[in-house]
């Protein structure tokens, strides 16, 4: 089935997020959607889905214009949906889940739950899921649930097939098990529209690429464009994608944490008996799929969780039983992985929110008032330093884009006296020209002799940033290596697993 979108656009009041996108999808092709975060992509899929209606345009099925007022209609027509945040029951069986909203009966009205079995069977031999229709979907890998999320659409004989985000949260072999399988729905027939800001995934796929920025197409690519050559389209100018770093140049001062255990208020262990150090001049990057304690670390440093056993010492001093406010005052920098929630206060304005955590010192204030010429001066030096785009310092961070709101966040906590930096997902949602911007800060941070410790779930970014990297699995180390450890060992270690000749 071929799909053709004709001159898309959607408002949301003055906002168009898609200003006239046309392109097409031909039955056994890839067509990756590329661009940065917020540029349309998933607003467009979103039309195409029935969950939005477009204002302008038409979607058009094998030359015929249709009318979706749902995802029903959507469905009912052939196009399916596998969604970043996966769709499914978790109590539910697979074949509980695939029948759901589509459900089927047999003799006296009940539901025939043995069809929906066979039809997840069919469908899983098929292309070789290896799924069983009987278990239970809170009890399988995430890689396995998205495959639940392709076979739930193939069952209703979906011809065109959306993938928005869709390796946001695998392992790197489960990626490129994911790769394979969207290469055998090619083979079948199956037209794919494959959501990503992710270059190598692009490259490794498309057969056609579509560049999308600030809501209009700006350019088709080829697959054999470089990583640098597409980089380049999505941002509109010349992006340099490699983080040039010196070897470290470690020093005394470092973060000692011993024997860390953090539980939560219901008795759940997140962080289990954790131990490792970071010298100072030293970047340790914390890599693993999301979920895995590595949000309960950072908050354990920072003196936010609130069951807490171990250790932590910074520069000697103990931080376990300290408050938040004294961690912060003896040099901790903190870039949390929720910007909007945990770092910013968006009806604040730019100047505001460089202030946070400092209104109670001598920086900004005098008797218990802020002093607005020094805060604007800093405020104005900080916009240009980190180019963050916008009309002025009294503008609301709420109403800057996702890279220039991580760029205030960067900027603050940078311009602290430092003794540690922790920085939590610090580019995600962010463009490619300001990861550029905040890796080199990050890694200018590191020269400057202060420990950092980093939480990525990007692979890419692990590889760039790290100069050791610490896997987590289920609150455990499973290992501390180098920064060329190899992709797939890091991916089996990932998923668990500790190869041969990787200490704990």
Same mark, same amino acid.
Do not use: W
């Given at each position: 089935? $071929? ?74 027509? !052939? ?6 945040? %996966? ?39 098929? %292309?070789? %899921? ?10 399988? &890998?995430? !890689? ?21 985000? &869709? #390796? ?6 489960? #990626? ?13 027939? @199956? !037209? ?9 995934? @692009? ?17 088709? +690519?080829?697959?054999? +464009? ?15 994608? #490699? ?32 131990? %490792? ?12 799929? $999301? ?16 069951? @807490? ?11 376990? !039983? ?13 870039? &949390? ?67 220039? $709101?991580?760029?205030?966040?960067? +900027? ?69 290596? &180098?920064?060329? #450890? ?13 190869? +041969?000749?990787?200490?704990?």
């Amino acid at each position: 089935m $071929q799909l053709e979108l004709r001159d898309i656009t959607k408002r949301f009041g003055a906002l168009v997020a898609n200003d006239h996108i046309s392109l097409t999808v031909e039955p056994g092709e890839v067509h990756c959607l590329l661009g940065e975060n917020g540029a349309g992509k998933s607003t467009l899929m979103n039309v195409l889905y029935g969950l939005y209606q477009a204002d302008e345009g038409q979607i058009v099925l094998d030359g015929e214009v249709q009318k979706f007022s749902g995802p029903g209609d959507a469905i009912e027509a !052939g196009i399916g949906m596998v969604h970043q945040h %996966f769709m499914l029951l978790p109590v539910f069986t697979v074949a509980e889940n695939v029948m759901l909203g589509n459900e089927s009966t047999g003799f006296g009205g009940s539901l025939d739950l043995e069809a929906a079995r066979a039809r997840v069977q069919e469908i899983s031999e098929r %292309f070789g %899921f290896h799924v069983s229709p009987d278990a239970v979907v809170e009890n399988l &890998p995430v !890689g396995v649930q998205q495959r639940v999320e392709i076979i739930k659409a193939l069952s209703r004989d979906a011809k065109v097939l959306v993938f928005d985000e &869709p #390796t946001a949260v695998l392992t790197p072999q489960e #990626t490129d098990e994911l790769m394979q399988i969207m290469r055998q729905l090619k083979e079948s027939g @199956v !037209g794919i529209v494959f959501i990503t800001h992710k270059l190598r995934e @692009v490259r490794e796929v498309a057969d056609k690429i579509t560049v999308i920025r600030l809501g209009k197409v700006v350019g088709e +690519a080829s697959p054999t +464009a470089t990583n640098v050559e597409l980089a380049s389209l999505m941002v509109g100018r010349p992006v340099e994608l #490699t983080v040039h770093k010196e070897e470290p140049a470690l020093r005394d001062n470092s973060l000692v944490v011993t024997d860390l255990t953090v539980v939560d208020d219901a008795g759940m262990t997140h962080v289990d008996d954790v131990s %490792f150090t970071v010298a100072g001049g030293e970047i340790l990057v914390i890599a693993g799929v $999301q979920g895995n304690g590595q949000t309960e670390i950072t908050e354990a440093l920072l003196g936010l969780q609130h069951h @807490v056993t171990g250790s932590i010492k910074l520069d000697d001093r103990e931080l376990v !039983g300290r408050s938040v406010r004294k961690i912060l005052d003896a040099g901790v920098g903190f870039v &949390p992985e929720d910007r909007q929630s945990d770092g910013l206060v968006g009806s604040f304005s730019i100047a505001e929110n460089l202030m946070l955590d400092r209104s109670h010192g001598k920086t900004f204030t005098s008797f218990g008032s802020v002093q607005k010429s020094k805060l604007n001066a800093f405020a104005q030096e900080k916009l240009e330093s980190y180019d963050i785009r916008a009309p002025g310092i009294t503008t609301q961070a709420g109403k800057l884009s996702g890279g220039n $709101q991580q760029k205030v966040v960067v +900027a603050r906590e940078l311009s602290r006296d430092l003794r540690l930096l922790v920085a939590a997902q610090p580019t995600r949602g962010v463009d490619v020209g300001s990861i550029e911007f905040i890796h080199k800060q990050i890694v200018a941070t590191r020269d400057t002799g202060i420990p950092v410790v980093v939480v990525s779930t990007e692979l890419d970014e692990v590889a760039a940033l790290a100069d050791r990297i610490m896997v987590m699995y289920r609150g455990k180390i499973v290992g501390i290596v &180098p920064a060329d #450890t190899p992709r797939d060992v890091l991916g089996l270690m990932m998923a668990g697993e500790r190869p +041969a000749g990787v200490g704990a």
